[in-house]
């Protein structure tokens, strides 16, 4: 059994990501379509040794197509996404359009697989956020154990979370300061290039930013209405992967050996924890790796059963490619799709 995809924004970070986790995880396809704007109709992208002509969303026909993977921003998806839904092709869409739709499921698949039935209403299921992804893996078999009441993070997320044009800004800038010549500040607020920035997506009336919020409504989607979380989101000056600052309240006693050994075992996890120089993972290491990296748990004294640690992933795999192609795979592991075309 296989699957016709199509992948909208494959000229994108996230697209060329997805292809390559596609080709690496041996996803059952009988062919794959790189899709994007009309500006990149004829060029090429690869597909482990192949090579894919792009060509434009806006002409493509998606009748014949199983699964569209589609990373092309919000805009894009709330336009194009229903429409292909509704041509019996189902999307997986990492924006941000559908996150928060009550017919639409928001999945993570180590943490609320069950959910996914729930595509069926629209066609169309939900990657979450980047810095959301690799938290809630990281926080689930926590909560499961001891009860999370209250979570406080701060990310420090990479300049790839802007998309390509981010990490141009971040080259650009760099190689200007090196120079001494003019530093130009177009995609972001303010200079990143040896500098952090608080600020990601737009400011909301009680002064937190769309990033933080979709970090507490993504959180309660898929873990627990139930908990609380306050988020502060800063941009840094790293090419790839996301870095968090978790510190979290259970209502259960924790503690960090047993957090150590929880986390060991847990699906998508994966613990580095020396209390060493060098003991704990930073973002340059989780580049181009599945796992969502755990360090430096330790116990928190001031609040009761209260837990600090440190997580980092691939924003570009665990926050978006990787898990928007695992749920692909659990849509055809649990028999929710059939291919449309039957092998000859
Ligand atoms: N980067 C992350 O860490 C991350 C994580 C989770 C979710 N996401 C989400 O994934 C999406 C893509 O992010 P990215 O980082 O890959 O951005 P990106 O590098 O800027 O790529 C954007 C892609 O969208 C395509 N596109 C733009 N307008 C289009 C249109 N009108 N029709 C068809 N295709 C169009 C672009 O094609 P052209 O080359 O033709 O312009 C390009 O392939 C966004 O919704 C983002 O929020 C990103």
Same mark, same amino acid.
């Given at each position: ?144 154990? =001891? ?32 120079? =001494? ?139 978006? =490619? ?21 092998? =000859?």
């Amino acid at each position: 059994m296989s699957f016709k995809v199509a992948v909208v924004g494959a000229t994108g970070n996230v697209g060329r990501e997805m292809l390559n986790i596609l080709e690496e995880r041996g996803f059952p396809v009988s062919e794959v379509v790189a899709l994007a704007s009309r500006r990149s109709q004829g060029t090429e992208v690869s597909f482990g040794d192949r090579t894919l002509k792009v060509k434009a969303l806006d002409q493509y026909d998606f009748s014949d197509t199983d699964i569209c993977v589609m990373s092309a921003g919000g805009n894009v998806s709330k336009e194009w996404s229903p429409k292909i839904g509704k041509q019996g092709c189902v999307v997986i869409d990492n924006s941000s359009a559908f996150r928060y739709d009550q017919d639409v499921p928001l999945i993570v698949p180590e943490v609320n697989p069950d959910a996914i039935s729930l595509f069926t209403r629209k066609n169309i299921i939900a990657n979450p956020n980047c810095s959301t992804a690799q938290l809630v893996v990281a926080l689930k078999p926590l909560h499961d154990f =001891a009860t999370i009441k209250r979570v406080v993070v701060a990310t420090y997320q990479s300049v790839s979370g802007a998309g390509k044009e981010g990490m141009d800004e971040l080259f650009t800038q760099t190689r200007a300061v090196f120079v =001494a010549d003019q530093v130009d500040v177009k995609k972001f607020t303010k200079r990143i290039a040896f500098n952090v920035i608080p600020h990601i997506d737009v400011f909301l009336d009680d002064g937190f930013t769309k990033e933080e919020w979709k970090m507490v409504a993504e959180t309660k989607k898929m873990l627990d209405p139930k908990i609380k979380l306050t988020a502060t989101c800063v941009r840094v000056p790293v090419f790839i992967g996301h870095s968090e600052a978790v510190n979290i309240e259970f209502e259960k006693p924790i503690t960090a050996d047993e957090a150590r050994d929880i986390l060991r075992d847990a699906p998508g996890c994966q613990v580095l924890d020396k209390r060493e120089d060098g003991g704990y993972i930073t973002p340059l290491e989780s580049a181009g790796e599945d796992a969502t990296f755990i360090s430096r748990i330790r116990e928190d004294s001031t609040v009761d059963n209260g837990l600090s640690m440190w997580v980092v992933s691939d924003n570009l795999r665990k926050g978006a =490619a990787l898990n928007a192609v695992q749920i692909a795979e659990l849509l055809v592991e649990r028999g929710l799709i059939q291919p449309k075309k039957k092998a =000859a």
